[in-house]
């Protein structure tokens, strides 16, 4: 059975910097999407994308939010994506899950959402404060 495990999380001041990292127990899945998800305290049914990586061309999706102060990597040598954050704001806070699927394909475009996800990490709580 594929897993996927997050780690880097943590408690960060307002403007600070984390790096999340989500490997996957095998390689089956460098054809999928990657992507994190975000779920606030309170809100337990949501799960919003916060940014996502296409394998198959590396085109990268964005909530916009977190444009410009979010990076999506990834390294196939070991099966592992990255989140870079930074200037990381309190309405940041959240649990981030890991995840490997596809994404969601509608009018011509591709969205980063968890609809389209089949492979779940446990989630990493990123706490940000003011």
């Known amino acids: 059975q594929v897993q996927l495990v997050e780690s880097g999380g943590g408690l960060v001041q307002s403007g600070g910097s984390l790096r999340l990292a989500c490997t996957a127990s095998s390689s089956s899945l460098d054809s999928y999407a990657r992507g994190w998800f975000r779920q606030v305290p309170g809100q337990e049914r949501e799960r919003e994308g916060v940014?996502?990586?296409?394998?198959?061309?590396?085109?990268?999706y964005f909530k916009d939010s977190v444009k410009a102060r979010f990076t999506i990597s990834k390294d196939n040598g070991n099966d592992t994506v990255y989140l870079e954050m930074n200037n990381l704001k309190p309405e940041d806070t959240g649990t981030y899950y890991c995840a490997a699927g596809a994404l969601q394909y509608y009018d011509g475009n591709n969205y980063c959402t968890k609809w389209g996800m089949v492979y779940w990490g446990k989630g990493s709580l990123v706490a940000v404060s003011s």
């Open positions: 940014a996502c990586i296409d394998f198959s061309d590396g085109n990268t």
